[in-house]
């Protein structure tokens, strides 16, 4: 389970992030929606370690995610809006070099599995990551994450700029994901997906969290009424 306690983080007299209290368990997929610089990525960016925050904590299965004593961030995986990969490696060279840097080595046929398990086309396998949409590298990145095994997966407007079929694909991903108990943090500007993936909802606006809303329980078109009123 994730929970950040009163997590801030200031740069001099500009508040990024205040007082952030949001918690996702396992099975949970958190959808945070707001404009840019409401804090969304400055939020994954603090969970990630690439910022240290003002104050508050963040805690991973109850214990805090900074704290020397072991590398807890082992457990996590990073999905950015641009999946950072090799494009002159193949998706299996791409799976397999990322494994590795977890401590894992895994069989060709087990490579394979994952890919498949995230929906890759078999004839993708073993081609170029240069060629690939951004639809088919988010498989790969996702593919990773399972390889991996990660029990928390951020992810930063990860269906911008997908078109309408890539976007239920890897929204059926995120599923299966939460379904098999995994923890699910998302940054997103896409209201109606939101609605469709996310377990809970939050809106943020100027590094606050202002709704924490339980997904079944709004339509996409209250949601985005209640979003355009908050913004």
């Known amino acids: 389970m994730l929970q950040t306690v009163s997590l801030t983080k200031s740069y001099g007299a500009h508040l990024a992030l205040n007082q952030l209290n949001l918690s996702v368990n396992a099975g949970e997929v958190y959808c945070l929606l707001g404009q840019n ?99 088919m590298r988010q498989k790969v990145g996702i593919a990773i994450a399972v390889a991996k095994d990660a029990q928390l997966i951020l992810m930063d407007e ?26 699910v943090l998302m940054a997103t500007h896409d209201i109606f997906n939101a609605v469709n993936v996310g377990t809970h909802i939050g809106i943020m606006k100027r590094g606050e969290l202002i709704h924490t809303l339980k997904a079944d329980e709004i339509t996409a078109a209250d949601l985005q009424k209640l979003y355009l009123q908050t913004i």
């Not at 791409?94 to 004839?123: H, I, P, R, V």
């Not at 976007?167 to 939460?178: D, M, Y």
């Open 37 to 135: 610089g409401a804090g969304k990525t400055t939020t994954i960016n603090l969970i990630l370690g690439f910022l240290e925050p003002s104050s508050g904590e963040i805690l991973f299965d109850n214990k805090n995610i900074n704290d020397s004593k072991g590398d807890r961030r082992k457990n996590i995986a990073y999905i950015p809006e641009v999946v950072m990969l090799y494009g002159n490696l193949t998706a299996v060279e791409n799976l397999s070099y990322f494994s590795k840097l977890a401590g894992f080595n895994f069989t060709k046929n087990e490579l394979e599995n994952f890919l498949n398990q995230c929906g890759l086309q078999t004839d993708a396998h073993y081609k170029k990551l240069s060629g690939f949409s951004k639809g």
């Open 158 to 183: 990860p269906t911008s700029g997908l078109d309408p079929k890539a976007t239920e694909e890897f929204t059926l991903l995120v599923k299966q994901l939460a379904d098999s108990g995994k923890s």
